[in-house]
C-alpha cells in the first residue's frame, strides 16, 4: 500500500495511533511511505513500529550532499539529519528510496564528490532530478530571464533549464556517469532482487533506454549553447 502525503510523518501523534490501530485490527499489508530525513532522525521508534506493521520501503528526499545547498532551497533539513535517516532505515531493515537535485552550476569537483557522497552512504537506491525552476514559484521568477529554454517538454527534471557550469555534453556526461556510478552495481542488483522477477527485464530495458537519452541529452539544445 502506498501513502501518497508528501511527509506522512507530520503529525507523529497521528501515525502512531493509525499504526496502533493496524497493529490491533491485524491487519496484514506491506507499506511504502513518503517521509523527511529530519523527522525519520527524530522518530526511530515510530519507524520502528510501523516498521512491525508492515513498512517495508520509505521514500526520501535526501536532495543534495551539503549544507549550504539544502539551505538555498530551504529544505530544513541537514547532512546530519540524512545520514541518521540512511542509519535508522538500515537499522531497521526498512529499504530507503533516495532521491537528489542536481545544481545546474555543479562542476566536475562537484559531481565527483557527489558520487563519492553517496557511495558512503551505501545506498541501494538513487535517483537525481534536475534542479527545475517550475512555473508559479519563486525560483522561476528569480531566474526566468536567465533560462536557456522555456519548451515545456524539457520541465522533466532530466533537462537543465538553466545554463551549466560545464559545457552541456561534459555536464551531461557528469549527470550519466552520477546516475552510473552513485550505487555500486552490487547494491543495485540486490534491490532488483526484492522486485518480481516478471518485472525486471522490462525495467532494465526501460532503464538503458532512458540513459542513453540522458547521455546524448545536450544534442537537444538546439542551437546548443
Excluded at 20 to 28: F, Q
Excluded at 62 to 73: G, P, T, V
Excluded at 162 to 170: F, G, I, S, V
Excluded at 186 to 205: C, E, T
Aim: with cysteine; glycine share 4%; proline share 4%.
Amino acid at each position: 500500500m502506498f501513502f501518497s502525503d508528501d511527509e506522512s510523518l507530520v503529525d507523529a501523534a497521528r501515525m502512531k495511533a493509525m499504526a496502533t490501530l493496524i497493529r490491533e485490527a491485524g491487519i496484514r499489508k506491506r507499506y511504502f511511505l513518503y517521509w523527511r530525513s529530519d523527522t525519520i532522525s527524530r522518530n526511530p521508534g515510530l519507524l520502528e513500529l510501523w516498521r512491525d506493521v508492515g513498512l517495508e520501503r520509505v521514500f526520501v528526499g535526501l536532495e543534495f550532499f551539503r549544507d549550504e545547498d539544502l539551505e538555498d532551497i530551504r529544505k530544513g533539513s541537514t547532512v546530519s539529519d540524512n545520514e541518521t535517516a540512511v542509519k535508522v532505515l538500515k537499522d531497521l531493515g526498512i529499504d530507503l528510496y533516495a532521491s537528489f537535485i542536481v545544481r545546474p552550476e555543479f562542476t566536475r569537483s562537484d559531481f565527483s564528490a557527489f558520487r563519492a557522497y553517496c557511495r558512503a552512504l551505501d545506498l541501494e537506491f538513487a535517483t537525481f532530478a534536475m534542479l527545475t525552476p517550475l512555473p508559479g514559484t519563486d525560483f522561476y521568477q528569480q531566474v526566468r530571464e536567465q533560462m536557456i529554454s522555456h519548451d515545456y517538454d524539457f520541465f522533466d527534471f532530466m533537462h537543465t533549464l538553466l545554463p551549466t557550469a560545464l559545457p552541456l555534453k561534459d555536464f551531461y556526461e557528469e549527470f550519466y556517469q552520477l546516475w552510473q556510478k552513485a550505487v555500486p552495481m552490487s547494491k543495485k542488483l540486490a534491490m532488483l532482487r526484492k522486485m518480481q522477477w516478471r518485472d525486471i527485464p522490462g525495467l532494465v530495458a526501460r532503464s538503458q533506454q532512458v540513459f542513453g537519452q540522458l547521455r546524448k541529452a545536450y544534442q537537444d539544445y538546439e542551437p546548443v549553447p
